[in-house]
């Protein structure tokens, strides 16, 4: 049997030595502000908790777990104490009740709670009967947690083992969803994605829960809010109800979507910089456990891994390129190609390696800078082909013997207003010389 179906005979066992009308076995959460219905007995048309959870506050059951100890209630309708208890109790009838806390070792667990239609049904004879049954329950309820903690743990760790092997073996967005589909799986939340930071853009990658049409796939800017207290303090940020919480506000994401709780864990790179941000978020008000932070943040660690060797893989690829294109100058120059044909395979060349859209070059003849060998869109062949010495921004860049990248070309002072137009009117934004 398990624990429910134990938890159920027991009760309808109970009703054999001390009868009641209503028996409930209550399961503390986690949290340890709520108390959940885990299994109920009853005589009565309609549930005393028809919602299966209840708050601590203003119940019989929150004072039982807190003093550790029995408590009896003879008549609910001249008792002034646990107002939330006693409203309950009386739209539907019920007038006296006795509990007995569920505890394994000085641990509250819970509370056997029997309740009866009629007052004064219950005193000290009662609970000295009912003592040795809530032991029972108690080592039932223990015994339970730890088998569902040890398979929770065994687990994680299959699946931990198994990311580890698909860092090698998936591409990276495919190993994000699978990373954030096990975060939504194990947590229980309903949305999980994973944020990763770049200079100054970050993207939103394996998102899990949701339609990734429904958010920005990459954004420019620097982290605000929740990120960036993340990335400050560098460790995981919980909030149970992310629309009442006045210090970080929720960002565009969150809001749009009505997302209230709220895990967040950054995402270390091998030399302990903060490079991304797991996030696990649910539709309701959350309170995450230890263990749950715990877990994230070692899927969280693995992601970092793969996103790690996935700007390793590409550095490699882009210095394979690299190499590639000098492999082709240096064969041409050795083939003796006249200055012709040379200089065009050259800025090709570069042009495609750094991804611009034009590339050329500036001769110096004489006192003037001549044009040469053009590659890429011919829109820029407008550009006057000669030049005097010194002039715009290509003389300032003679001047001062040094590259110069300009990332807003209308900004730049040097440029001749005439190429300015130019530039305007088809769309360049910026220049590397």
């Known amino acids: 049997m398990n ?17 009641y009308d209503r028996a409930a ?22 549930s005393a908790i028809p919602e299966g959870v209840s ?46 806390p569920l505890m394994v070792k000085g641990k509250v667990l819970g509370a056997l709670n029997l309740g009866s239609l009629k007052p004064r049904c219950y005193g000290k004879k009662e609970v000295a009967i009912l003592s040795p049954v809530a032991e029972i329950l108690s080592l039932a309820i223990e015994n339970s947690n730890l088998y569902e903690e040890s398979q929770r743990r065994e687990e994680t760790q299959k699946l931990l083992k198994e990311l580890s092997q698909d860092i090698t073996s998936l591409d990276l967005d495919s190993l994000l969803k699978k990373l954030t589909a096990s975060v939504r799986e194990v947590l229980k939340v309903d949305v999980s994605d994973v944020r990763v930071f770049g200079g100054d853009r970050w993207r939103l990658m394996g998102i899990s829960g949701i339609d990734p049409n ?46 209230q709780g709220y895990l967040g864990v950054p995402l270390f790179s091998k030399g302990g910089e903060v490079i991304g941000v797991l996030r696990a978020l649910s539709y309701q008000p959350r309170d995450f456990t230890q ?8 899927l969280a660690n693995g992601a ?27 064969r041409a120059v ?64 003679i001047r001062e013997a040094r590259p110069i990248a300009i ?4 900004d730049e002072p040097t440029i001749i207003e005439e190429h300015r137009d130019v530039y305007r009117k088809r769309g360049y934004h910026s220049f590397l010389g």
């Open 304 to 330: 970092a891994t793969a996103l790690e060797n996935a700007r390793l893989f590409e550095e490699v690829r882009r210095k394979s390129r690299e190499l590639e294109s000098l492999i082709k100058v240096n």
């Open 407 to 410: 990332k807003h070309i209308q």
């Open 291 to 298: 263990d749950e932070v715990d877990f994230s943040q070692q």
């Open 25 to 46: 076995i209550n399961i503390l959460q986690r949290d340890e502000k709520f108390f959940s219905v885990y299994a109920e007995e009853s005589r009565l048309p309609t």
């Open 334 to 397: 050795a083939a003796l190609l006249d200055r012709k044909t040379l200089l065009p395979r050259i800025a090709e060349e570069a042009r495609s390696l750094i991804k611009m859209d034009v590339a050329s070059f500036r001769l110096i003849e004489g006192d003037s800078m001549v044009r040469a060998g053009y590659a890429g869109n011919t829109d820029l062949l407008d550009l006057r082909p000669k030049m005097q010495l010194g002039e715009s921004i290509t003389g300032r860049i």
């Open 55 to 100: 708050v601590r506050e203003g119940t019989a059951t929150s004072w039982v777990l807190d003093h550790k100890e029995p408590l009896i209630c003879r008549d609910a309708l001249k008792d002034p104490r646990f107002p939330l208890t006693h409203k309950r109790y009386k739209n539907v009838g019920l007038r006296s009740y006795v509990i007995l």
């Open 214 to 259: 429904l958010v920005p796939s990459a954004r420019t800017g620097t982290a605000f809010g929740r990120s960036r207290w993340i990335i400050e303090h560098r460790k995981p940020l919980l909030i149970r109800d992310a629309m009442e919480e006045k210090d970080l506000p929720s960002g565009k994401t969150v809001k749009s979507l009505g997302l």
């Open 3 to 19: 624990l429910k179906e134990i938890c159920q005979t027991l009760s309808r066992e109970i009703q054999k030595l001390v009868p």
